[in-house]
């Protein structure tokens, strides 16, 4: 792992300061400024530097390349800004402790289906495989697998029979 040798380390201390005022005048504010010195110190002890490096100018150069790649990321995300949709709008607490109230109800439901059934309506339902696939994998044949599934929804619509709102 590459590593800043003792004088490169002092020498980069030395010209904190320096570097600081060179992120300001990148970034023009003292936020960006200090994340930018941040990222750049992280960077170089990460990666090093050259023996025969002077450290003072390899690190401004580490600094610009640093600004130069959080404008380009700053572009990307703004010609392509993250929608967001109506389902991953934060929910509330409630929302939340209902969701999971009704996922242990369908998967109490789920493990009193006979195993057979069980794997047969994981394997397409849950984990996308087709009647084929499933077919394969369980050693049935495609009819099984279509009858076992027909089953499992009968049983489960016995077991579990999810709340509707009403209003």
């Not at 005048?25 to 025969?52: C, F, I, Y």
């Not at 993250?82 to 789920?110: F, H, I, M």
């Not at 489960?156 to 009403?166: A, G, K, M, N, T």
């Amino acid at each position: 792992m590459p590593t800043l040798s003792d004088s490169q380390r002092e020498a980069l201390m030395a010209e904190l300061g320096g570097l600081r005022r060179f992120c300001y005048s990148l970034t023009g504010n003292n936020a960006d400024a200090d994340d930018l010195l941040q990222s750049t110190v992280e960077r170089l002890l990460q990666k090093g530097m050259p023996e025969d490096a002077h450290a003072a100018k390899w690190s401004y150069r580490v600094c610009k390349n640093v600004w130069i790649d959080e404008l380009r990321s700053r572009d990307v995300r703004q010609r392509y800004p993250a929608t967001v949709t109506d389902s991953e709008v934060a929910l509330s607490t409630q929302e939340v402790a209902a969701g999971e109230q009704e996922l242990d109800a369908v998967a109490a439901a789920l493990d009193q289906l006979p195993e057979d059934q069980r794997l047969a309506l994981s394997l397409v339902s849950i984990e996308g495989k087709t009647y084929a696939e499933a077919a394969e994998i369980l050693e049935v044949p495609v009819g099984t697998i279509m009858s076992r599934i027909a089953r499992a929804r009968k049983n489960l619509l016995q077991h579990y029979s999810p709340q509707r709102d009403e209003g």
